[in-house]
């Protein structure tokens, strides 16, 4: 075999081997040993770099400026996404809430003072539920034996219990809407916004 070969092994042969190993083997070699040693700073761009390949924990977040579209989102700016409450309510939950409690009274009154609150620049008012009342007690404190929900239960007897919250901790307790349990109540307003 090997003398069916020689006459086949030219120099040129042998060179042209030689360099298609080495430019096939060299490739994987500098892949292999080039690290971020080797790389000026600098010198690379983003299209050096992969798509998707950064993020993360390798960004540098104090290290990134402003980015100048990301200030408005549809012309509008994040100032404005916030949640705007109407004038004497703050937010809690989502939702505002009065400032001031208002005086004792049945479920019933107190839904309707509520619907009439506010004027046509804020309507929808309403009784706040357990969640929402429970979520403003962490800036107000709740009037003496507890505020009205909106949480109404019907009774077997024709009568409906009411849900009140009376600590900041969001201890409820069910009264009878008759008439006789009057309590303070705050109304819950939808945001301007």
Do not use: W
């Amino acid at each position: 075999m090997l003398r069916r070969l020689r006459p086949h092994l030219t120099y040129a042969n042998v060179t042209a081997t030689l360099a298609l190993f080495i430019a096939l083997g060299g490739g994987a070699y500098a892949a292999v040993t080039i690290t971020g040693r080797d790389v000026k700073d600098g010198s690379l761009t983003g299209r050096d770099i992969k798509r998707n390949s950064i993020g993360g924990k390798r960004v540098k977040e104090s290290a990134l400026g402003t980015v100048p579209r990301a200030a408005t989102l549809n012309g509008v700016t994040a100032a404005r996404l916030l949640v705007r409450c109407p004038r004497a309510t703050f937010p809690a939950a989502g939702t505002c809430i009065e400032t001031d409690t208002r005086p004792p009274a049945s479920y019933g009154s107190a839904v309707l003072a509520c619907a009439d609150a506010g004027g046509q620049r804020t309507p929808n008012r309403r009784l706040p539920t357990h969640g929402e009342l429970s979520a403003a007690y962490a800036r107000v404190d709740p009037a003496p034996g507890g505020e009205l929900t909106g949480h109404v239960y019907p009774r077997a007897d024709g009568n409906q219990d009411v849900l009140i919250v009376t600590s900041k901790g969001g201890a409820s307790a069910a009264i009878t809407n008759d008439g006789g349990n009057p309590r303070a109540f705050r109304c819950a307003a939808d945001p301007l916004n």
